[in-house]
């Protein structure tokens, strides 16, 4: 395939470098752009849902992911006032559902580094590390794009574009794409810690305590090997300054009121962040295409935000392949469609209903919300349904559904 046929993709990210190998495995020419002048290691996304194992596995790399990360089919919720274990959900009651009863913790800079090293043994992709996306002009039939180096500005051309570059996204505003939605009044809070919730305390890889006051989410990762990691998120008052909420008196403060212990926690990482629920406006403008945070954000319980940004990716490359071997453009408003409508029906519907179930704090609504949850756990019938959504089985569904002629 010539060169004219090029896609260039802004961002090195697991989205990106997805997007890149899904379409470089079909001999497309491809040229990625990051910023960065490598791959990132800081800890972010780390939950893949049986869903997106589904488009990993057809590209062969959930094996790579299982390795490296660790499996956990079970979740729990937990009522932090009373410490009661309200509800157990186990993945396996989707065993007829999917190839991949359970989710895998790997983290994100994990799934790129695998990424990455898929690409690296194609010839006709190029990642090139350092190179910011600045702007794109567009014409007919292609797209040409600045990239800023350490050695001054280059120009590259190609036929489509791929804004992958974040909840930022250069690409995205460069187009003139509203990112529409709402920021949330708290940040999280994320601390890292080896201390071991599931020996000592009991806790299941994900568990999830609701509170009226301060929920917390609680999940290990692998990290470089035994005994992992664990991750706790908590809300943030967005008045207080980051740099009070992140001293060392004041993390130790806030995991010690959670979760008493005689010895002091080892924090071995703290971070803080805003939290946004956006979509943008469309994921196709022309000949640019947004796939990942740069079409969508959402906060991150039940982490739903990287798993819907591989999802894109799979979608997205399927259908460039067939635009590019010929069929109609069309094909990409489809793309839009398919997975605009699958971001705002289920991935931002069901993060907002997490982050409620945790922090409600009306004592009939929060008696009524837990009960309903021991309930729903408790029936298998209503458990698979629950965990149908939940593992974004019922929103690849959805979007599948969507066909070409609902594109206006």
């Known amino acids: 395939m010539s060169s004219d046929k090029r896609v260039l993709i802004g961002g090195g990210g697991p989205v990106g470098l997805f997007c890149a190998l899904l379409l470089g495995r079909h001999g497309i020419p491809v040229r990625v752009f990051d910023a960065n002048d490598e791959l990132q290691a800081d800890p972010r996304a780390a939950t893949t849902h049986p869903a997106t194992l589904e488009v990993l596995g057809a590209a062969g790399l959930v094996e790579d992911m299982a390795q490296a990360g660790l499996m956990a089919p079970i979740f729990q919720f937990w009522d932090r006032p009373t410490g009661n274990l309200v509800a157990t959900f186990d993945l396996e009651l989707l065993k007829n559902d999917t190839k991949y009863p359970y989710v895998i913790q790997c983290e994100q800079y994990k799934t790129s580094r695998i990424l990455l090293d898929r690409l690296l043994q194609l010839p006709n992709v190029e990642v090139l590390f350092g190179h910011k996306v600045a702007g794109f002009t567009e014409t007919a039939d292609g797209v040409s794009v600045s990239v800023e180096t350490s050695k001054g500005v280059t120009t590259h051309d190609g036929a489509w574009l791929i804004g ?3 909840g930022r996204s250069t690409i995205r505003k460069s187009a003139d794409i509203a990112f529409e939605g709402f920021t ?7 601390l890292t810690t080896p201390f071991d919730f599931n020996k000592e305390l009991g806790y299941c890889p994900r568990s999830y305590f609701a509170d009226p006051e301060e ?4 999940f290990k990762v692998s990290a470089d090997g035994p005994p992992g990691l664990w991750r706790l998120v908590f809300p943030a008052d967005a008045n207080v300054p980051e740099e009070s909420l992140l001293t060392d008196e004041a993390v130790h403060a806030r995991i010690q009121k959670f979760f008493p212990n005689k010895a002091p926690y080892d924090i071995v990482h703290r971070n803080i962040y805003t939290v946004h629920q956006r979509v943008a406006a469309t994921f196709r403008k022309g000949r640019v295409l947004l796939a990942g945070d740069s079409a969508h954000v959402n906060n991150s319980i039940g982490g739903m935000g990287l798993n819907g940004g591989l999802q894109d990716a799979a979608n997205l490359a399927e259908k460039l392949i067939h635009v590019l071997d010929g069929a109609s453009e069309r094909l990409m408003d489809l793309y839009s469609l398919q997975r605009r409508t699958a971001s705002i029906d289920f991935v931002q519907a069901q993060s907002i209903a997490n982050k409620k179930q945790l922090e409600t704090s009306d004592p009939v609504e929060r008696k009524k919300m837990l ?12 458990a698979r349904a629950y ?6 089985i019922a929103l690849q569904q959805r ?3 969507i066909t070409l002629e609902e594109v206006v």
């Open 387 to 392: 965990l149908l959504r939940t593992s974004m």
């Open 184 to 190: 949330w009044a708290e940040r999280f809070l994320v």
């Open 164 to 166: 992958a570059d974040g």
């Open 215 to 218: 929920w917390c989410n609680c």
């Open 399 to 401: 979007a599948a559904s």
């Open 371 to 382: 009960e309903d949850l021991a309930a729903t756990a408790a029936d298998p019938v209503k």
